[in-house]
């Protein structure tokens, strides 16, 4: 999530946060690779993409944009077995990381 600022002036308006814009396609497209993919629940879509940001500082006179790499996943799984799929990417995620060191 990027954080951002609602408002003319940064300060004054309310905080909100965006979502990454590579998420938008894996719920669009999840019937799509879930049909082509001939998957089951449980299953998981991983996307890459890049996002951009305008960033605008009128009294300064700076306009640029920003460019972001970005990578998100989403792993489907059955309602009620959230806990359980929870606790296996965690332990396996974390055996992953210590088996770098």
């Not at 300060?11 to 799509?32: D, K, M, S, W």
């Not at 996002?51 to 792993?75: D, P, T």
């Not at 309602?79 to 396996?92: A, D, F, I, L, S």
Request: hydrophobic letters at 40%; charged letters at 25%.
């Amino acid at each position: 999530m990027f954080s951002t600022s609602t408002g003319a002036v940064d300060g004054e308006g309310t905080n909100i946060y965006l979502r990454p814009e590579t998420a938008q396609g894996i719920f669009v497209n999840f019937l799509n690779v879930q049909k082509t993919g001939r998957m089951k629940i449980p299953f998981g879509i991983a996307q890459t993409g890049k996002a951009f940001r305008n960033e605008i500082v009128a009294r300064q006179f700076i306009f640029r944009m920003r460019e972001f790499e970005q990578m998100e996943m989403q792993f489907f799984v059955k309602p009620g077995e959230e806990m359980k799929w929870y606790e296996y990417w965690k332990t396996t995620r974390l055996n992953w990381h210590l088996s770098l060191v």
